[in-house]
């Protein structure tokens, strides 16, 4: 696809997105405004918004009929996820966790909001990714049997992918390898693929489910989303080592600083380069293989994941 | 109800609910194995159980399908809603919130396996809560279509009244409350009236929604929830006061000596009662218009807000 028509189509799937998330969020009033504050503080600080988008694009791939509209069941799903990821920053930026104080040039949520409240407002954004979903959930009961079917199908792959057996495991490896001596490629890889890759594959399969994409369909959407969860971590790690600052947006070399063990500081620069190449060229044919216009979902993945570093 | 029939019966129910939040807990393996130990160390700690036998005896008053065994869709909802339960109390001993080291006479989560974990082991239990309703509801697709439904509606009661507009809104009244220098009453029925009393509408609500009672009926056990709620916490407020510490089993007076305001404190003792009395009344009108036999719901809740102080 051509870059300034992928520009233009990408620019355009995160303004939908924006508004969706802002439309979707509670007002904030009541005895409770202050949690709603700081929900709609945390989803509204911006990001690439990749998650929602891959939904977007992946509904496409199989129905055109979101084409000029989003539905607003769709809207729901999009909405849930960038919810969920969203909760997943604010609670990893906890003094308990990450303590970070800044992420995207402003006050963490906690910091903002005290870390009580920062506790609570990422609970009430997991919680409401569910309102959400069930929302979509009940204005199916009144279209066809196939449409429900298919948003319980979606729901149950999120909360999957969102739980112990997908990112919430994910970090648990991640916080357990921070305590380890030796981490191991195969730790490292089981973060990757839990931590990072399940959000991402849970986009590219809600998205198909949505659109009635069939099981097979979707177990290869998911190994897509793998790959590209994988390499984009592990160029994001290569960036830390190579990238310069003013591209990345943040400092370099501050897993090595940090005595961070990462692919790259365990394998070398070379065949990580090599490693994202092939896992980029495997979800590049892997795509290929379904129908519709894959045009912008290749452009898109080779944003993330191709060769500019 | 005879008391000692009633007492065969609570303890059977219990016992079913135990026996399901084991079997239906993740087995601990694989490299987030230590997250999975916390959420069964949380939610295994013991309690009366008093949620998931609210569904129970819920569906029980509109259904005979579970009088000897508990279907399995049904046991997914009392456990994603002691789940529920868990993970709110789990974060709430955080050392972001209320920095309790005991609970039920052992060390909190986070005191065991530290604050991530604990922040961690509580959202993992919540996002859990929603894979057991996704469970039952990909369950409900191969039954008929008003299995589905009836499942939907159940999913979508249980998250809101977790929610901003129920349970977590609450807890933000709460926290919002502790600096205040003049709470109102106002503030604290608010607070009772979705932090404690949201859960306890939403399980007796639930319960009967699966049994396929109607929109009047389910209504009106929200009402007999939210009474019972209220009733509960201030006489749980007033036992901090005049009962004492062999039969609550805990230290009394503890409000006063913190300085915090309950009903209690604000209103004094006589009207606090009067108010216990009149809700629980109410509660029992409202529940002996519904069909059935209600004797052991009658007993449960006088089990709860009777005149036992």
Not at 90 to 116: C, F, I, Q, S
Not at 221 to 243: C, K, M, P, T, Y
Request: a negative charge; proline letters at 2%; charged letters at 30%.
């Amino acid at each position: 696809m051509d870059k300034e028509l992928f520009k233009t189509r990408l620019d355009k799937d995160v303004e939908d997105v924006e508004k969706i998330l802002k439309e979707l969020l509670p007002k904030a009033e009541g005895p409770a405004a202050t949690v709603m504050e700081a929900m709609d503080y945390s989803v509204m600080a911006g990001g690439k918004r990749l998650r929602p988008v891959m939904i977007l694009e992946s509904f496409r791939l199989f129905s055109h009929e979101c084409d000029d509209k989003i539905d607003h069941k769709l809207g729901c799903f999009m909405a849930a996820m960038e919810y969920i990821h969203t909760y997943s920053l604010v609670h990893d930026d906890l003094p308990a966790m990450d303590n970070d104080e800044y992420r995207r040039g402003r006050l963490t949520t906690w910091k903002m909001y005290g870390d009580g409240m920062g506790v609570l407002a990422g609970d009430a954004l997991l919680n409401y990714a569910f309102e959400m979903m069930m929302k979509a959930a009940e204005e199916s009961v009144s279209c066809h049997a196939e449409c429900a079917t298919r948003i319980l199908k979606a729901s149950a792959i999120l909360s999957k992918k969102a739980g112990i057996y997908g990112m919430i495991g994910g970090q648990c490896a991640d916080i357990e390898a921070e305590e380890k001596e030796d981490v191991t490629i195969g730790d490292l890889m089981f973060i990757h693929e839990h931590k990072t890759a399940c959000l991402i594959e849970a986009a590219l399969m809600v998205g198909a489910v949505l659109a009635g994409a069939d099981d097979e369909q979707v177990k290869l959407l998911e190994r897509v989303g793998s790959n590209v969860g994988v390499a984009f971590q592990i160029r994001d790690d290569l960036l830390d080592v190579i990238g310069n600052t003013e591209k990345l947006g943040k400092k370099t070399g501050s897993d090595a600083a940090n005595g961070k063990a990462t692919y790259v500081t365990i394998n070398g620069i070379e065949p990580s380069k090599e490693k994202v190449l092939s896992l980029s060229k495997e979800a590049e044919e892997l795509l290929s293989s379904l129908p519709g216009d894959k045009g912008f979902m290749l452009a898109l993945i080779d944003s993330l994941i191709g060769r500019t570093y």
